[in-house]
Every structure is written in structure tokens, then in C-alpha cells.
């Protein structure tokens, strides 16, 4: 994907222009010859679940009224004290995957 965005020719406002997908699983097919790697629905469900992870942890750490939680750089996680995980997964059950695991994606 990045290096995708970096050729600059799918880019257009933050997102990636129509056709993407094809010319992703173009490269992936000069990386890896024999996956089979197809962008609907293999690469469009994963880029689909990475969007909504990211945002889940973006609104832990930058959303209003998300007080006590922080970015552990070296664990790649996101931390807080027990309370304030209880309190927010509580009212935010998608959140509870992230208590104990890392998500490299995220900086």
C-alpha cells in the first residue's frame, strides 16, 4: 500500500482513486507469483478491517472524554489502568480485542 502511494498515480484527496485493488494485486503478484491473491474480496476485506481497527484505536487515544489511555511505542499498544478499560469497554465492546494486543499499524 505504501508503496502504492508513493507511484502518486491512485492517489486523489487521502484515499486511493478507483482501480486501486487491480494494480495492488498486480504487485502482489510480482512478490509473491503463487498466492493468488485476489483484491476482491481477500485485499478489500483486510484493507476494510485495518480502517476500522485504526479507528477504534484513534478514538481510544484522541476522542473526547477517552482520559487515561495511552500509545505504548515499544509494545505497539494501546494502555491504561484496569478502571479505565472496565469503564470504556463497558459502553465500547469492540474495543476489548485491543486490552492485550499490539497493532503495529497504528503510527
Keep these: 500500500m505504501v508503496d502504492l ?3 502518486g498515480t491512485y492517489n486523489a484527496d487521502m484515499r486511493f482513486k478507483a482501480g ?3 494494480e495492488l494485486e498486480r504487485m502482489l503478484e510480482k512478490v509473491l ?13 483486510r484493507i476494510r478491517t485495518l480502517k476500522r481497527d485504526w479507528t477504534i484505536i484513534y478514538d481510544m487515544l484522541s476522542g473526547k472524554d477517552n482520559n487515561g489511555f495511552g ?14 478499560w472496565n469503564s470504556y469497554i463497558s459502553s465500547h465492546k469492540a474495543t476489548d ?3 492485550h494486543r499490539s497493532f503495529p499499524y497504528y503510527d
Design 5 to 7: 502511494y508513493n507511484v
Design 20 to 22: 486501486y485493488l487491480k
Design 33 to 45: 507469483p503463487h498466492a493468488m491473491l485476489k483484491a476482491k474480496p481477500k485485499l478489500e476485506s
Design 71 to 84: 500509545w505504548n511505542e515499544h509494545r505497539q499498544m494501546v494502555v491504561a489502568e484496569d478502571a479505565v
Design 97 to 99: 480485542q485491543f486490552r
